[in-house]
């Protein structure tokens, strides 16, 4: 057995791994394959062959920040903005529990139009209709956060990133990088299920930082972590950089997440998929259990254009939900019907095992 092969295997059982041995991981090219097939393991392990279906709603491209690789930042002149209505989001999270889904996830640029009483109200009308409700709105205070949590909000997705400091304050302008950090602090000691997650591929990120946010996702820790690829847009500073290696680097981190922290949900991220034809199928082939398919109204889906080439704008909410059932599928797993807590799945295994 080679080194790599010993200390994948020690990840596999221990769910251990140094900062210098994630480094080496994360370098290696030689450890692709064997750590892609590592945490698919892990995962059958962990959560089991069923997928989570989450319906996405991007209810506003609006945002006050400027995110120096986010096509909806403040200084996008060219961005086509978009904000639906209360009325709308609600009727959107209708169609969502009618498709099947158990979970939506109400997701927007940092628009401060919805404010925190507007928040919970359609948050309060969406938990009537027997939906989890995750979401992903940015920073907030402390007392929004728990006003949500009141309201019946039960999931929180706020990435952190990078925890390279000096890397997230210079490409997050405006914005403190502990100041984040402290917003999912803030949700984790008022009862949410975190998510949280990195951006691959980032200039000027290094092995190093990459190690770092693995082992801060440990240490929090998080129940839900997304791995998206930096994609860069053209009406954003950061066009015209490159995206070679993204995909791979993006699946290496989300196997690595699946080795050290082995029962959370790691969804198959859309990006994975604009840079590659079967993204989300050959992460769900490397560690992942969760994918979010879009129920937002094809009128709006190309406004919410965080990078360029995102996939399935065309596609109405019933194809989008028939599409990726298929897809799931054809690689001999499920969808999992239930609403996918972090831990559920040994739960629910042990206690069928008695």
């Known amino acids: 057995m080679s080194a790599l092969e010993k200390l994948i295997t020690q990840a596999?059982?221990?769910?251990?791994?140094?900062?210098?041995?994630?480094?080496?991981?994360?370098?290696?090219?030689?450890?692709?394959?064997?750590?892609?097939?590592?945490?698919?393991r892990v995962r059958k392990a962990n959560v089991g062959d069923g997928v989570y279906l989450r319906g996405l709603i991007e209810f506003s491209n609006y945002c006050k920040n400027n995110c120096c690789y986010c096509g909806i930042r403040r200084d996008n002149s060219h961005a086509e903005r978009y904000r639906l209505t209360p009325q709308e989001i609600l009727q959107t999270a209708r169609l969502a529990q009618t498709l099947g889904y158990k979970t939506v996830?109400?997701?927007?640029?940092?628009?401060?139009?919805?404010?925190?009483?507007?928040?919970?109200?359609?948050?309060?009308?969406?938990?009537?209709?027997?939906?989890?409700?995750?979401?992903?709105?940015?920073?907030?205070?402390?007392?929004?956060?728990?006003?949500?949590?009141?309201?019946?909000?039960?999931?929180?997705l706020l990435r952190i990133e990078t925890t390279d400091v000096n890397l997230y304050e210079k490409l997050d302008p405006g914005m403190r990088w502990h100041q984040r950090a402290k917003c999912l602090q803030d949700l984790k000691e008022l009862g949410y299920e975190v998510g949280s997650g990195s951006l691959v591929g980032l200039p000027g990120q290094t092995a190093e930082s990459l190690a770092d946010d693995l082992l801060f996702f440990k240490q929090i820790p998080v129940d839900m972590a997304g791995i998206g690829p930096f994609i860069p847009h053209p009406q954003t500073p950061l066009k015209g950089e490159s995206t070679a290696w993204h995909f791979t680097l993006s699946l290496k981190m989300m196997a690595l997440m699946r080795l050290i922290l082995p029962d959370i949900n790691i969804p198959a991220t859309t990006a994975m998929e604009t840079l590659h034809p079967q993204g989300r199928i050959i992460a769900l082939q490397s560690g992942a259990n969760v994918v979010m398919p879009n129920v937002t109204d094809v009128r709006w889906r190309k406004r919410y254009a965080l990078y360029p080439g995102k996939i399935c704008l065309g596609e109405d909410a019933t194809q989008c939900r028939g599409c990726i059932e298929g897809k799931i599928n054809a690689i001999g797993r499920h969808i999992a019907h239930a609403p996918g807590f972090h831990g559920e799945y040994l739960k629910t295994h042990k206690k069928s095992a008695r």
């Open 105 to 156: 996830v109400l997701q927007s640029g940092e628009d401060p139009w919805f404010t925190a009483d507007k928040m919970c109200e359609i948050i309060r009308q969406i938990k009537q209709l027997g939906l989890v409700i995750t979401l992903s709105i940015g920073e907030k205070t402390r007392e929004e956060y728990a006003a949500y949590r009141q309201a019946g909000a039960q999931r929180y």
């Open 12 to 40: 596999e059982q221990t769910h251990r791994l140094t900062r210098e041995e994630l480094i080496t991981l994360l370098t290696d090219p030689q450890a692709d394959t064997l750590l892609f097939a590592a945490a698919d």
